[in-house]
């Protein structure tokens, strides 16, 4: 086990090294090479055109002014320092509800941390349990946890005390931080100028007759049921073929431009390619015009299917975006029942254009809900049971797997290195392979469950990823075994004594938690301002591809806030420190130099660098909420199973009424907060029409929300350019602000 | 164990008592003097005004006809003819729905214990384990069971195949009944005639303002957010010490009517009355003149009280019931919400003026929320651990206990008469008692819940009983013990050996249950049938108190359905039968006879007797379903756990799949038509103000709704007297049908 110095001395070299990646951070940012990589997102503001530098050749690469070098860590207090107000209108909402969750983590943890050091920490070291042993199963770590408290002992009665603090503290945060984060978005909505999505309704499942087409019969409709402000409507194509022609069209394209680049360049020798697979294989042509002729073929191809979609009315999707006169009138439409048969015309709020998930507004209801069926089962085998495969691959991947399967590999895995890199690496590789593509698996699921959003989308696949964390890293380090045995393990175990086994055991795996908030933690951050790839990626295609100025513009990869996998992420930090806050607290420290570090380095990422591809409005709070509370009660049950193990019994019905009474909590918030993350209510709307109207009583409705709602593909414009937002003048404040941020 | 012959001897006693009922009550209702009794709904309905009979003075009560005695069953087929259009019409869709849920049984039960006892019976005879033993626990009921059948025999293929037909065939059954419901709940909607409460929203959580009165508040903010649909409002007013006034006046009249009379009848002597306690202690004084003087007094209060509600704005709740000029304007208003603080102006559909449960209105969110907390776990004690204050009683009612606190007591309990009385009934007494005043207190539980509407309230008690019944009925008869062992022992031991311990003691339970189903069941609808109390209540009445017709009118009690404890009690049923289905089907017949004699027997209450006290549409349907879901589920588990026992682990998966397959049924049912039960659909709203407005488009709507929701204490109208319905004129045809019925 690893003492206390032990852990000292790796949070050392970890900081050390953390540190020295962000040394490289804020020389390499200082490059004005290297500008378009850590700046993207000004650029696509348009408020950075070129990097700035002296006027000399080199200054365009390489920064020659000593000054800037000398106030490198300058990044730091910059990125604290814009308000939040204008940090929403710079980067939206969901991304500064984003790093809202470390600051979280941050009003949790450091009141807790300091209380459990001054109290529990004491009682804890005096506890003198561990004095005269010489077991090698404990180390001077654990003189500081509960476990050199004796059982039944009085102290233990500070540890249930903490628990009350530790609950109540949680709470009172977590429901200032709704509030606010509530208040935030109505705040947002309502600052929001003009924008498609407040007039317009997503309808779906519309019944399809034989009279009229989908089109007339939503007209009808809602003519009918909603006389006073229904609008116009956009019908939806399936247009699942037009988009992959618009996709391998541009895929053609780029290939066209590298190889017209590289005749360019090299004016003697028409570039060659060959018409197979890869261009490895088959008939070797010229290039260019083999390229040419097929964009052409392409071209018309797109021309035939879109005239296609226009006519086939087998074409057009039971589903419809229906604008509003008012914003009173959408919201009305979306939040109420249409129909006596509940599964036809359904009405729900619509998202952005640019958040829609076009491929899944077509299914109807029995399938969608035969689909949830299906992707329940799945997540739950995939949980618990994914390490069967993978253990099947781990045996064909052994030295005696291969000689089997491929025989004729035989000598060559004889060879000492060779079998040295199958027997060290390759088992790990499959667990490695099968992680790193796990979150494209979460999310393919979800697509599988029809939500009809990305925001959505991303949500439930967070869902799906803190349960596999959840059941895999926390239970299964915990318990060691994988899930499925650990499943087995509980059906065969009295409910109560579940909590038991894994109380007892928490407080030795503290050590090693500690030690995965530095890898996996405190390392992630250093990943993530560093941006290695991207700017790796950069540089490859803007030494070998980048042409014109737009060239370099499509090069540069801003990323922006993976949702999905991050928060889960988080919530394991959250659970980390609720559970040890009253058993280990010297874990805590750890944890808080982890959000405050992710803290401040997200905070920098979605000033400068993340361009989000949707805005939801934070509507996934409730989530975030929803799963610290999950957490918290965790810590109270395992509290409870550790306490009777420890003679403390008299603990239980105390600690049950607190688990009871966060539940009470989190229904609460639900019913305080939710509504206003999924319904718009009816007084904003109002008010916001009363404006508008007073403001611009002439405005043309009709031709603003016309093409509103229409395919990416159909318009032939890219997905990932959505059509420009009325945005407000307060941007310019941002412009004219970021000015005094550039290194000059 | 009793064997197969005692069964069927029990069954004969009991059908035969059951058929002496039923004569006795052909033979009662015939005599007119019993006609109130019998057939109150048609004297309310004002369809009979007194009952026929022979122009004789004894013919007015004793029926001389002898041609009706000898179609003394005739009432049966009469009660089935009614079609159920009519008897909607009738009756209410409340009463009509309520029956249906016999009607769900037979469906159910019927087919299934034909399959049953083709197919799964001879597989259990012919299984042969019982056949060479002598044990005496077994009888030749469990060789009809599961129980005769070998472990790890071939034959249990059988019973698991059987779980899938009852699964499907219960699936089916109900999903064709909810689908029925609902479409029978719209057209019962879309054919009433105009009613407030279609117009009318209910707005509670109201914020108090400095400057403006609740009425003035509630007006501008709907003026404001429903300016094209709001109409008026109503606001209510604390009316408890009003109402408290008005009853104790009712109380006095009472008495003073009953002293008049008794003056009237005998002239000589003045009745006295004593001042004090039940008017047993205190100064004797005039009755007549005391009561007189007494109810001027609380007249005075009384109208003291009304002036005090009407200028006091402390006495105004915030709450208010607000009307829109069309029924689609209050669908919209109700389903969407209001504010940007989801937990003020809170909105809902309103039920009818006679369903409000007034005392409610002005609970305030958080409160609401604290006392729901409050209740749940107030019900999971009672349900658990109401056996401990039951056996403390019941310890100090034996001899001992009354010896230790009542020591004066010693010589006349040492009596052996008395001594038997204490040891043999008193006991017994306490939990009698308990049982009896049981939904009394589950009913004031849900009061404290907060539910503003009385059918609500009957939901939420149902729900609450049926866990009751659930646990210390059914399971409480497998495992044998109170609840808090039963508690106990689940806590300690693993959840999958639960079902295990459970399913083996089940086969052995049938015979207790099929006595039971024959002595609560079957006793049940006789006793509902002949209505003893009222019965022998109306006669007092009719002798020691009825003076004039409309006395005799109040004298009658109609009763109505008691959907709070009847129907728990005829989901044990559903949970038996579906239960035993596969393990000793010899407990269908006993189920389908108790569903069908229920069946008959409550159609012809619903015609003749029951007056309902609201009509919520068949709005309890979806607890229904539910709750039939429940029971499957648990039969799947619990034959999960029994097979596991019998070495048949293989079908684990089978009803595992099985399970999660009904699971999602159930979520498909709730999408699928729930929403009928809750939201009034725009569509509908739609059509019958259309249709109102082409045919009447001077109607008057304010003058129509201006006092539609008024307390009833404020009117001076007593609650069970609600304000005459529109109903529609196809009533007289009910009245025209219902002279062919009566007894001439």
């Given at each position: 086990?690893?003492s206390?110095?032990?852990?000292?001395?790796?949070?050392?070299?970890?900081?050390?090294?953390?540190?020295?990646?962000?040394?490289?951070?804020?020389?390499?940012?200082?490059?004005?090479?290297?500008?378009?990589?850590?700046?993207?997102?000004?650029?696509?503001?348009?408020?950075?055109?070129?990097?700035?530098?002296?006027?000399?050749?080199?200054?365009?690469?390489?920064?020659?002014?000593?000054?800037?070098?000398?106030?490198?860590?300058?990044?730091?207090?910059?990125?604290l320092?814009?308000?939040?107000?204008?940090?929403?209108?710079?980067?939206?909402?969901?991304?500064?509800?984003?790093?809202?969750?470390?600051?979280?983590?941050?009003?949790?943890?450091?009141p807790?941390?300091?209380?459990?050091?001054?109290?529990?920490?004491?009682?804890?070291?005096?506890?003198?349990?561990?004095?005269?042993?010489?077991?090698?199963?404990?180390?001077?770590?654990?003189?500081?946890?509960?476990?050199?408290?004796?059982?039944?002992?009085?102290?233990?009665?500070?540890?249930?005390?903490?628990?009350?603090?530790?609950?109540?503290?949680?709470?009172?945060?977590?429901?200032?931080?709704?509030?606010?984060?509530?208040?935030?978005?109505?705040?947002?909505?309502?600052?929001?100028?003009?924008?498609?999505?407040?007039?317009?309704?997503?309808?779906?499942?519309?019944?399809?007759?034989f009279?009229?087409?989908?089109?007339?019969?939503?007209?009808?409709?809602?003519?009918?049921?909603?006389?006073?402000?229904?609008?116009?409507?956009?019908?939806?194509?399936?247009?699942?073929?037009?988009?992959?022609?618009?996709?391998?069209?541009?895929?053609?394209?780029?290939?066209?431009?590298?190889?017209?680049m590289?005749?360019?360049?090299?004016?003697?020798?028409?570039?060659?390619?060959?018409?197979?697979?890869?261009?490895?294989?088959?008939?070797?042509?010229?290039?260019?015009?083999?390229y040419?002729?097929?964009?052409?073929?392409?071209?018309?191809?797109e021309?035939?299917?879109?005239?296609?979609?226009?006519?086939?009315?087998?074409?057009?999707?039971?589903?419809?975006?229906?604008?509003?006169?008012?914003?009173?009138?959408?919201?009305?439409?979306?939040?109420?029942?249409?129909?006596?048969?509940?599964?036809?015309?359904?009405?729900?709020?619509?998202?952005?254009?640019?958040?829609?998930?076009?491929?899944?507004?077509a299914?109807?209801?029995?399938?969608?809900?035969v689909?949830?069926?299906?992707?329940?089962?799945?997540?739950?085998?995939?949980?618990?049971?994914?390490?069967?495969?993978?253990?099947?691959?781990?045996?064909?991947?052994?030295?005696?797997?291969?000689?089997?399967?491929?025989?004729?590999?035989?000598?060559?895995?004889?060879?000492?290195?060779?079998?040295?890199?199958?027997?060290?690496f390759?088992?790990?590789?499959?667990?490695?392979?099968?992680?790193?593509?796990?979150?494209?698996?979460?999310?393919?699921?979800?697509?599988?469950?029809?939500?009809?959003?990305?925001s959505?989308?991303?949500?439930?696949?967070?869902?799906?990823?803190?349960?596999?964390?959840?059941?895999?890293?926390?239970?299964?380090?915990?318990?060691?075994?994988?899930?499925f045995?650990?499943?087995?393990?509980?059906?065969?175990?009295?409910?109560?004594?579940?909590p038991?086994?894994?109380?007892?055991?928490?407080?030795?795996?503290?050590?090693?938690?500690?030690?995965?908030?530095?890898?996996?933690?405190?390392?992630?951050?250093?990943?993530?301002?560093?941006?290695?790839?991207?700017?790796?990626?950069?540089?490859?295609?803007?030494?070998?591809?980048?042409?014109?100025?737009?060239?370099?513009?499509?090069?540069?990869?801003?990323?922006?806030?993976?949702?999905?996998t991050?928060?889960?992420?988080?919530?394991?930090?959250?659970?980390?420190?609720?559970?040890?806050?009253?058993?280990?607290p010297?874990?805590?420290?750890?944890?808080i130099?982890?959000?405050?570090f992710?803290?401040?380095?997200?905070?920098?990422?979605?000033?400068?660098?993340?361009n989000?591809?949707?805005?939801?409005?934070?509507?996934?709070?409730?989530?975030?909420?929803?799963?610290?509370?999950?957490?918290?009660?965790?810590?109270?049950?395992?509290?409870?199973g550790?306490?009777?193990?420890?003679?403390?019994?008299?603990?239980?019905?105390?600690?049950?009424?607190?688990?009871?009474?966060?539940?009470?909590?989190?229904?609460?918030?639900?019913?305080?907060?939710?509504?206003?993350?999924?319904?718009?209510?009816?007084?904003?709307?109002?008010?916001?029409?009363?404006?508008?109207?007073?403001?611009?009583?002439n405005?043309?409705?009709?031709?603003?929300?016309?093409?509103?709602?229409?395919?990416?593909?159909?318009?032939?414009?890219?997905?990932?350019?959505?059509?420009?937002?009325?945005?407000?003048?307060?941007?310019?404040?941002v412009?004219?602000?970021?000015?005094?941020?550039?290194?000059s």
């Amino acid at each position: 086990m690893a003492s206390l110095t032990d852990i000292t001395a790796a949070a050392y070299i970890n900081l050390v090294s953390i540190l020295t990646f962000l040394l490289a951070f804020a020389f390499l940012r200082l490059q004005p090479i290297n500008d378009r990589v850590y700046f993207p997102k000004w650029y696509l503001k348009g408020t950075r055109g070129s990097p700035k530098g002296s006027g000399v050749l080199v200054g365009k690469f390489v920064n020659l002014d000593v000054k800037t070098y000398l106030k490198f860590w300058t990044w730091m207090p910059e990125a604290l320092r814009m308000p939040e107000m204008e940090l929403i209108q710079h980067a939206g909402l969901d991304s500064v509800a984003y790093i809202r969750i470390y600051l979280l983590g941050l009003k949790i943890f450091v009141p807790i941390a300091a209380l459990a050091f001054a109290v529990l920490v004491p009682v804890n070291w005096t506890g003198g349990t561990l004095d005269g042993m010489k077991d090698l199963t404990y180390s001077d770590v654990d003189r500081l946890s509960i476990s050199n408290v004796p059982a039944g002992s009085i102290r233990l009665l500070a540890h249930v005390l903490m628990a009350y603090v530790v609950t109540f503290w949680t709470c009172y945060v977590l429901y200032r931080e709704y509030e606010n984060v509530t208040k935030k978005r109505l705040q947002f909505i309502a600052s929001e100028g003009r924008r498609p999505e407040q007039f317009t309704v997503l309808v779906r499942n519309i019944p399809r007759s034989f009279d009229e087409s989908v089109s007339e019969e939503v007209e009808h409709f809602f003519r009918v049921n909603h006389p006073e402000t229904y609008l116009l409507h956009q019908i939806v194509y399936d247009t699942k073929n037009l988009a992959k022609l618009v996709e391998e069209k541009k895929r053609l394209k780029n290939w066209l431009t590298y190889y017209e680049m590289r005749f360019e360049r090299n004016q003697k020798k028409r570039p060659k390619t060959k018409t197979g697979l890869w261009g490895l294989f088959g008939k070797s042509v010229d290039a260019i015009d083999y390229y040419r002729a097929e964009l052409e073929d392409i071209s018309n191809e797109e021309a035939a299917e879109r005239d296609k979609l226009m006519r086939d009315p087998k074409c057009i999707v039971p589903a419809a975006f229906v604008s509003f006169r008012s914003r009173w009138g959408a919201s009305v439409c979306a939040q109420t029942q249409q129909t006596s048969n509940p599964i036809r015309w359904l009405t729900e709020w619509s998202t952005e254009p640019r958040d829609v998930f076009w491929d899944n507004l077509a299914i109807p209801y029995i399938k969608l809900s035969v689909r949830r069926l299906i992707m329940a089962v799945s997540t739950f085998f995939l949980t618990f049971f994914f390490m069967i495969p993978i253990a099947f691959v781990q045996s064909l991947a052994s030295i005696d797997g291969i000689q089997k399967v491929f025989p004729f590999l035989t000598p060559l895995i004889k060879m000492e290195a060779i079998k040295a890199i199958v027997q060290g690496f390759l088992p790990g590789l499959a667990l490695k392979i099968f992680m790193a593509i796990l979150p494209t698996i979460l999310n393919s699921m979800s697509r599988i469950e029809g939500h009809t959003s990305c925001s959505a989308l991303d949500r439930r696949t967070a869902a799906k990823y803190y349960l596999f964390i959840l059941v895999n890293v926390f239970f299964g380090s915990i318990i060691t075994g994988a899930a499925f045995q650990q499943l087995h393990k509980f059906l065969n175990q009295a409910p109560s004594e579940i909590p038991k086994t894994i109380g007892v055991s928490i407080p030795m795996k503290a050590t090693f938690f500690i030690t995965y908030t530095m890898v996996d933690g405190w390392a992630g951050i250093a990943a993530e301002i560093i941006r290695l790839v991207p700017l790796i990626v950069f540089h490859l295609k803007n030494t070998f591809l980048v042409k014109t100025e737009e060239d370099r513009q499509q090069a540069m990869d801003p990323g922006c806030v993976n949702f999905a996998t991050t928060e889960p992420r988080i919530q394991l930090y959250f659970l980390l420190g609720l559970v040890y806050s009253v058993i280990t607290p010297l874990i805590l420290p750890f944890i808080i130099v982890f959000f405050a570090f992710s803290y401040t380095i997200h905070r920098h990422q979605i000033i400068n660098v993340y361009n989000q591809k949707y805005e939801s409005g934070a509507k996934f709070w409730p989530d975030v909420n929803r799963r610290v509370l999950t957490g918290l009660m965790l810590s109270q049950i395992l509290l409870m199973g550790l306490l009777s193990t420890k003679k403390a019994a008299i603990s239980t019905p105390l600690l049950l009424a607190l688990l009871i009474a966060t539940i009470w909590f989190h229904k609460f918030c639900k019913g305080r907060f939710e509504s206003a993350f999924v319904k718009f209510p009816l007084q904003e709307a109002m008010k916001k029409d009363t404006v508008d109207r007073a403001i611009e009583p002439n405005m043309n409705l009709r031709a603003y929300l016309e093409d509103a709602f229409i395919h990416p593909a159909l318009k032939g414009i890219d997905m990932k350019n959505p059509p420009p937002i009325a945005e407000d003048d307060n941007n310019s404040v941002v412009s004219t602000k970021r000015k005094s941020r550039r290194p000059s």
